[in-house]
């Protein structure tokens, strides 16, 4: 460890912070901590939103530090790393804002599908009491109940040809029902 860094440059700083020297890498931070919390701020508009960036950064920096090959001035590589993490941010939050919207449009999508199944199975319901007792019967055993045509017809001690040609009135008045309200 180096007993006292303050005076080094910053690319010294930088690579004895790559080596593991954490008291040469708390002076970068102590250095360049505001500069990139100003990016951040800038390019994010938002005071929380770049704190976190920044604390983000900091965090993330002893592992980028390793990858740092002193082409530039170590100011000029903590810009390019700030910018990319703040583009970063932006665009994770992009499309978590598009996922999220995505599932309000799903939602919305359910709900309404909901409310059409509603609305269908209240006209059916209504249409339902608008037949005879004998046609209610059969329709709640094969449709409410899921019997077949020959199931009913034994439950209600009819020919299957019988509750067939319920069925049969059955569909026709309910039609007769709708092209009613079609018309109104």
């Not at 992009?94 to 939602?107: I, V």
């Not at 409310?115 to 046609?135: F, S, V, Y």
């Not at 020959?150 to 009819?158: P, R, S, V, Y």
Request: net charge neutral; charged share 30%; glycine share 6%.
């Amino acid at each position: 460890m180096a007993a006292n860094t303050g005076g080094k440059a910053d690319e010294d700083l930088a690579r004895s912070a790559a080596a593991g020297d954490r008291a040469a890498f708390a002076v970068l931070v102590e250095r360049h901590y505001d500069r990139v919390f100003r990016i951040a701020w800038r390019m994010t508009g938002n005071r929380a939103e770049a704190e976190d960036l920044a604390q983000d950064i900091c965090t993330a920096l002893p592992a980028k530090l390793a990858a740092w090959r002193a082409e530039a001035r170590f100011t000029t590589w903590l810009y390019r790393v700030t910018v990319n993490a703040a583009l970063d941010r932006h665009r994770r939050d992009a499309a978590l804002a598009r996922a999220a919207e995505g599932w309000g449009e799903a939602e919305r999508a359910r709900h309404a599908a909901m409310t059409e199944a509603r609305a269908a199975r209240d006209w059916l319901t209504q249409a339902m009491h608008a037949l005879g007792p004998d046609l209610r019967a059969t329709v709640a055993l094969i449709l409410g109940e899921g019997l077949s045509q020959a199931e009913a017809a034994k439950a209600l001690g009819l020919s299957e040809g019988t509750v067939a040609w319920r069925m049969s009135e059955v569909k026709k008045r309910l039609r007769e029902i709708a092209a009613e309200e079609d018309l109104a």
